[in-house]
């Protein structure tokens, strides 16, 4: 099975700020990775595919970088709705697996 | 409006079984991969198992720590999904989701969530 990595398991961040969050994965997955934002008691929302594609409706400041086995998830400019839990994915072999996930918290 | 509305959930005791269901609508469900995500309480992102659609044979995968006791499977012509639990154990208490999955060429992820069902195996 294929391990995901996430680091920090929290990132604590004002308002503005620029948040980057990395996912590393046990052995090469392409560009096969998603990324996922959760509020508490809510289900996950698709923010990226395919490394760095940004979901339809997705704002601009979400962006994914990476291939192989390093990735990141960067938040340009953090905004109040943006504190919440983020998750990678990958879904180069089965089982798919998750990150840890990472949590982004106000400073 | 696209949506995944699971039902089904419950206290079961160790040992028991529940067969959780997901109604869809908005999209032509036959075209797509259905998911099965979990998560336990104040945990991460479980993935559960996934089946694919009718031009993939209906085919399942399944996570290690259910293969051989949850079972997958659909419905076209009722636009659901479902997922039969046998033998649970206290570790299977978690929020269920329903997810649909993306297998065209150069997409992948899981777009569309359903807001989950609770299960809690306990005696």
């Known amino acids: 099975d294929i391990q995901m990595t996430q680091s920090p398991s929290t990132l604590s961040a004002s308002v503005g700020d620029r948040g980057t969050i990395t996912c590393r994965a046990s052995q090469s997955i392409g560009s096969w990775l998603a990324w996922y934002q959760q509020k508490p008691g809510r289900a996950p929302k698709l923010l990226i595919y395919?490394?760095?594609s940004l979901e339809s409706g997705v704002p601009s400041r979400f962006s994914g970088s990476g291939s192989g086995t390093e990735f990141t998830l960067t938040i340009s400019s953090l905004q109040p709705d943006d504190f919440a839990a983020y998750y990678c994915?990958?879904?180069?072999?089965?089982?798919?697996?998750f990150g840890q996930g990472t949590k982004v918290e106000i400073k | 409006e696209v949506q995944l509305v699971e039902s089904g959930g419950g206290l079961v005791q160790p040992g028991g079984s529940l067969r959780l269901s997901c109604a869809v609508s908005g999209f032509t469900f036959r075209d797509y991969y259905m998911d099965w995500v979990r998560q336990a309480p104040g945990k991460g992102l479980e993935w559960v198992g996934r089946i694919r659609n009718r031009a993939n044979s209906y085919t399942t995968e399944y996570a290690a720590s259910v293969k051989g006791r949850f079972t997958i499977s659909r419905d076209d012509s009722k636009n659901s999904l479902y997922l039969q639990m046998n033998s649970l154990k206290i570790e299977d208490t978690s929020v269920y989701y329903c997810?649909?999955?993306?297998?065209?060429?150069?997409?992948?992820?899981?777009?569309?969530w359903g807001q989950g069902t609770t299960v809690t195996v306990s005696s």
């Open positions: 395919k490394a760095s």
């Open positions: 997810a649909r999955g993306r297998a065209e060429p150069g997409t992948g992820g899981l777009d569309v």
């Open positions: 994915q990958q879904y180069n072999s089965y089982p798919l697996t």
